[in-house]
């Protein structure tokens, strides 16, 4: 415009480069939207990917704030969030809550039934984070708070979480400690249980979760507790099949063997309760036996 040099762009010119970038991320080689070319699908490095896990929620995705839980694969959440997913579940929401209703749908249709393993607030440890003293001694004098940094360390080792280190959580307390430290604590325990480096309470190797960990991991976990449910169905069903078989029995037709049972005591107190029979003596019973002989011939002739 003005003949500067300068060009004003038009809706086509829009259209058109987003035209090329869809032609470009489904792969193919179309040249619709303009010329062919290559096309790098935007992707983050492990570094962000762990910075997101231990920075957003994994659930509801906003940043995460005190009190902070941990499910059974290891994901960091809010535990408002995790409360509202439970409540939506159930149809429990008030009547003014129908953004928290849409959220738990688009969790769902988005999810895929990768939050079926919530159904209450005891398949979630509430985690006790050691927050980093660099980052509270800058917020304390008036400053912000650095982006990049971690705003949990470790509390024995000082390591921050979502660093290189993995760290995991202590089912009995929740506190929040990297594989490095658990390695040395286990190894000075000796033979007796280990116990937490912060308040000492014991615990075994069966009560450590790993957090944020990544996707194969947890998708090896989710597998794991899929089938720890279904064998939990299985049991389930078998013993209300045998509850409902004993039932049955208890108040339907008594078993072939039960009624013979039955039958056999019957005709025994029937037999028990019927009066005795006379006996009768040898004589009597010969002259019983010739008076009807007698009457009759008497008739006869």
Partial sequence: MGLDGGTK????????????????????????????????????????????????????????????VADALGQLLNRAAVLEHLLAARSALGAGDEAAALRYANAQRAGGGAWDHLRSVRDVVALQLTPDPEQQARQQLGGAAQA???????????????GGQPFSALK????????????????????????CPVCSVPFDSGEVLALARGAEAMEATRAALRGKAAARAAKAAAKAARKRGAEQL?????????????GAAGEAQAQAQAPPLPLTSGADAGGGAGRPQGRKAARVT
């Avoid at 009995?172 to 116990?195: N, Q, T």
């Fill in 148 to 162: 990049d940094a971690a705003a949990w360390v470790c509390p024995v080792t000082a390591l921050p979480c979502g």
């Fill in 9 to 68: 762009i038009s809706r086509s010119d829009v259209l058109r480069g987003a035209s090329w970038r869809l032609a470009q991320a489904d792969g193919s080689r179309s040249s619709r939207g303009g010329n062919v070319g290559t096309y790098s699908p935007p992707h983050l490095d492990a570094a962000a990917r762990r910075r997101i896990l231990w920075t957003c929620c994994a659930l509801s995705g906003v940043p995460l704030s005190p009190p902070i």
């Fill in 250 to 262: 208890g108040g339907g037709a008594a078993p072939p063997a039960a009624l013979a049972g039955a």
């Fill in 172 to 195: 009995p307390c929740g506190h929040v400690i990297s594989d490095k430290a658990l390695a040395g604590l286990a190894g000075a325990e000796g033979g007796g249980p280990a116990r």
